[in-house]
């Protein structure tokens, strides 16, 4: 399977899984991989993340954050300029090929905006500055088998809240997702730092992400219990990573819901 993943500077995606050096992950993790195994059988709220198989079985990172609905990155459905790769199935808790729940993704949903702002080169996509914003999307599911699990919060309020909400937390997000390296387990980054909260509502941050990560929750631990701020989106090449940071998608920019 390939593995969504979107590569920026100037933001550029490609569809290919990458096979990456111990130099080049380095690089990637800031000079160290901070990642840690959730143990499965996964409890909340790592339970409800799983997943995202398209239909040309390409795979990203959702999370569940309602009976029927999780989010991911948009992106992981418009790697393909002649059509859309539509997602298939989620899978919450997935683990070595097994899971929690199935849900059968009825339909994928995001703003036309992101669409439009893509420009397709052989095998990359660019994103134009006026899409960056937009890669997040939501996906209405259906339980197929197994028990659901809790969903993850969304985040509700405002920017104003929002960057209380970040300094409240000392600017300390979590990240979990299923990078390439290990696509059949879930790794999380606990304790990484957002760098930048940015005019578009898009984040700068610095959690140890991976092809396969793009779409996985980042959430900030509240008085009420975590709840999701954004989803990943993109990520330097490694040899620019001194030029920048990750991108996550902020839960503002969520179209309304399906």
């Not at 997000?173 to 790794?187: N, R």
Request: hydrophobic share 40%; proline share 5%.
């Amino acid at each position: 399977m390939k593995r969504r993943y979107l590569i920026a500077l100037v933001i550029a995606l490609s569809s290919n899984a990458f096979a990456l050096s111990n130099k080049e992950k380095k690089a990637l993790f800031f000079g160290t991989d901070n990642r840690v195994f959730i143990e499965a059988p996964y409890a909340a709220p790592f339970s409800a993340i799983g997943q995202l198989e398209t239909a040309a079985a390409s795979t990203c990172t959702a999370t569940l954050v309602a009976p029927d609905l999780a989010i991911t990155a948009a992106h992981c459905f418009l790697m393909d300029a002649k059509k859309l790769d539509a997602g298939r199935w989620f899978k919450a808790g997935f683990h070595k090929g097994e899971y929690q729940a199935r849900y059968q993704v009825l339909s994928q949903t995001f703003h036309p905006r992101f669409k439009k702002g893509l420009v397709y080169k052989g095998d990359d996509v660019y994103i134009q500055d006026s899409a960056a914003a937009y890669d997040i999307a939501w996906l209405k599911l259906k339980l197929v088998d197994g028990n659901a699990p809790a969903p993850l919060a969304l985040f509700s309020g405002n920017k104003t809240e929002l960057k209380a909400g970040i300094a409240h937390s000392k600017s300390l997000i979590t990240q979990a997702g299923f990078a390439e390296d290990h696509d059949t387990e879930l790794t999380a980054h606990k304790d990484c730092k957002i760098t930048r909260l940015r005019t578009n509502n898009t984040i700068y941050h610095r959690c140890d992400t991976l092809a396969g990560d793009s779409g996985s929750p980042i959430w900030i631990n509240t008085a009420s219990g975590p709840q999701i701020i954004a989803v990943q989106s993109s990520a330097p090449d490694w040899f620019n990573r001194k030029k920048a940071d990750n991108v996550g998608v902020t839960v503002l920019q969520l179209p309304p819901k399906p």
